[in-house]
Structure formats: structure tokens, C-alpha cells
Nanobody, 120 residues
Framework: QVRLVESGGGSVQAGGSLRLSCAAS?????MAWFRQAPGKTREGVAA????????FIGDPVRGRFTISHDNSKRTAYHQMNNLKPEDTAVYYC????????????????WGQGTQVTVSS
């Protein structure tokens, strides 16, 4: 397992942008972002295969969110644009070697979570 440290959450108005960062303490395979809103299950948002930077983006955020990875810093970045109130959730960074990137149980390491709040 690797230790993951997230940063970059906060509060914005609808239409605004935020960038989340997730720094890993060691080598990684896939780094992903999940989110969980109150009363809802954890949802896969995006993932990146760190070996070649291949991104995977969930349908609800495609066209608004992107994900990238800097190997030299062992850090994944999650750029969120045109945020909507329904994007409000705690966002978690995860690392693992998943068969399906959007399945939370496939990930071995998790960050502490960072709150993203979007007001209308």
C-alpha cells in the first residue's frame, strides 16, 4: 500500500473550477478519484493509468473533469470545470490495480478525503 495525501478541495459557485491533487508515497499503478455524497454510495469519477497517463472519465463528468499524472512528483491531478451543485461530495483519492477502474473495492490505498461544495 501507498500513502495518499489529497489537497485542493473547497467551496465554489456553480460554473466555477477546482483542482484536486493527490500525492503518493510510492510507486502506483492506477490512481483514481471517487466521490461520496451524503446518503449515496461511493462513485468512481475518474482514473489514470500512471504508466502511460491513459485517462478514464466517468459519464456524469465527461467533458467537465479531467485527470492527469506527473510521474516525477508521483502526483495525480483532477481538474474540475463547470462545477454543478450535484458535484458536491467528499472526494477520495485511491490507488490500486483494478480490473474495472470504477469499482472501489479494487483499490488498496485511500486518502483521507477532501470536501467539495458547489453552491447554486
Amino acid at each position: 500500500q501507498v500513502r495518499l495525501v489529497e489537497s485542493g478541495g473547497g467551496s465554489v459557485q456553480a460554473g466555477g473550477s477546482l483542482r484536486l491533487s493527490c500525492a503518493a508515497s510510492g510507486d502506483t499503478s492506477h490512481m483514481a478519484w471517487f466521490r461520496q455524497a451524503p446518503g449515496k454510495t461511493r462513485e468512481g469519477v475518474a482514473a489514470v493509468y500512471t504508466a502511460d497517463g491513459s485517462p478514464f472519465i466517468g459519464d456524469p463528468v465527461r467533458g467537465r473533469f479531467t485527470i492527469s499524472h506527473d510521474n516525477s512528483k508521483r502526483t495525480a491531478y483532477h481538474q474540475m470545470n463547470n462545477l454543478k451543485p450535484e458535484d458536491t461530495a467528499v472526494y477520495y483519492c485511491a490507488e490500486g490495480y483494478p480490473s474495472r477502474w470504477m469499482d472501489a473495492y479494487e483499490y488498496n490505498s485511500w486518502g483521507q478525503g477532501t470536501q467539495v461544495t458547489v453552491s447554486s
